[in-house]
């Protein structure tokens, strides 16, 4: 859980520091993605949360308690709604944790973070997520990271793995190159 805690504290520190609004569901969505992306990349994600049905889409499963955890430490306030209908937000009260994070981690995290926060309100972020899997799913329910890919079918020529690659390397997503002798390198 201290991978998702401190992941979560990055992302409120990383919109507070930027002047980005964040609210809760987006702050939940930009650790499913980065997540996701990281998966991709580098075949492993950077929270190691598990993703669960929640009532209003897949949510890192302990990210309440990992929630009230960094607030019990000061390290995070939550600042209630002005007005009815206004989202839950954040403030960072000291900097993150990031010792257990890589360069590459910090950059997912703090990219997907710009992009959701100045590009989609929560109901726009909320739809992206909200496919078949996640429908069928019952509540509280694991969802595999797979259900999100960008992508369905599993590319199994060196064309279609160097056209997805293309693809993803086009939407900004870097690839760490495969071990010398790797099989699933092309």
Not at 3 to 17: Q, T
Not at 25 to 48: E, P
Not at 170 to 185: L, N, W
Request: hydrophobic fraction near 40%; glycine fraction near 6%; proline fraction near 5%.
């Amino acid at each position: 859980m201290d991978r998702l805690k401190n992941a979560i504290h990055y992302v409120i520190h990383a919109a507070n520091s930027e002047k980005l609004e964040l609210g809760a569901t987006q702050l939940l969505k930009i650790i499913l993605f980065s997540d996701v992306i990281s998966f991709i990349r580098r075949r492993r994600a950077i929270t190691g949360a598990t993703f669960v049905k929640g009532k209003y889409g897949p949510v890192p499963d302990g990210h309440d308690a990992a929630i009230k955890a960094l607030q019990k430490q000061k390290r995070i306030k939550r600042s209630q709604p002005a007005q009815k209908g206004e989202s839950t937000r954040y403030i960072s009260l000291v900097g993150p944790d990031l010792s257990s994070f890589t360069p590459d981690d910090l950059e997912t995290l703090r990219k997907v973070t710009r992009e959701v926060c100045e590009n989609y309100t929560a109901a726009m972020i909320s739809d992206l997520t909200h496919n078949d899997i996640w429908k069928m799913a019952d509540l509280g329910e694991k969802i595999p990271l797979g259900a999100y890919f960008p992508r369905r079918v599993v590319p199994s020529t060196p064309e279609q793995i160097g056209e997805t690659r293309a693809e993803l390397e086009a939407m900004g997503y870097r690839f760490m190159d495969s071990a010398p002798g790797d099989a699933r390198a092309a």
